[in-house]
């Protein structure tokens, strides 16, 4: 997606550790109108998979799946990391390694809300190592859910997530792919 492309361009920082920061305009700033057009272009890659759910995992991917489902015109679901008073005790749980946080946390879902019939979208705005994304699987599973896909803003290639994602037999589709960011040089895929 060339607008998000051209965005990370101008506002994206490269920090330590393979961390790129857009938190000017994507996880933590909101630029609501390229949001929507996130999710409107989520919508044209997966509308005709019959989706019934999104599903996404607290906090950054909230509000770019927030925009998607509103074009799908189905409910956003999100993981939980904390076991608040909000929360059913009947829940799905999964455990994920924190790619920025580098710890290893829990991830809620009440089983209210994710059933056999639902056929899911999973949404998130980074993947790298893939950890976030399969645990979210990991939770349509338990709830015996089908995954129609996962649709990713900005995918480290480099970091390996996409081919675990891929190695399931899952379709994988990233607006912004990153080969590099070498020399805090970033370097996209389809750039020559
Ligand atoms: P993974 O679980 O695939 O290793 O990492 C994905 C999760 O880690 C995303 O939910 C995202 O919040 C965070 N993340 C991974 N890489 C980056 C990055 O370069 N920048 C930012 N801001 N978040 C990242």
């Given amino acids: 997606m060339q607008e998000l492309i051209d965005r990370i361009q101008k506002d994206g920082r490269v920090y330590p550790g393979n961390i790129l920061k857009v938190d000017s305009f994507l996880n933590h700033q909101i630029d609501p109108i390229l949001l929507d057009h996130i999710g409107e272009e989520f919508f044209r890659i997966f509308q005709h998979e019959g989706i019934t759910k999104i599903l996404t995992i607290e906090s950054s991917g ?8 509103k074009y799908f ?16 005790d ?8 924190s790619y920025t946080k580098k710890t290893t946390y829990q991830v809620f879902v009440s089983k209210d809300y994710l059933r056999k019939t639902d056929r899911v ?9 893939g950890c ?3 645990g979210l699987i990991d939770i349509c599973e338990q709830a015996f859910a089908q995954i129609a896909g ?6 480290k290639e480099f970091q390996h997530g996409g081919e675990k994602i891929r190695g399931k037999g899952i379709r994988l589709e990233s607006l912004a792919v990153i080969q590099d960011m070498k020399d805090g040089q970033i370097t996209f895929k389809n750039q020559l």
């Fill in 73 to 88: 015109d189905v409910p956003l679901l999100f993981a939980k990391k904390t076991k608040s008073i909000n929360l059913s």
């Fill in 150 to 155: 996962v649709g990713i803003c900005i995918e």
């Fill in 132 to 134: 976030a994304a399969l």
């Fill in 121 to 129: 979208l999973i949404l998130d705005d980074f993947l790298a190592n």
């Fill in 90 to 97: 009947d829940n799905y749980i999964a455990s994920v390694d």
């Fill in 62 to 69: 909230i509000a770019i799946a927030c925009f998607a489902a």
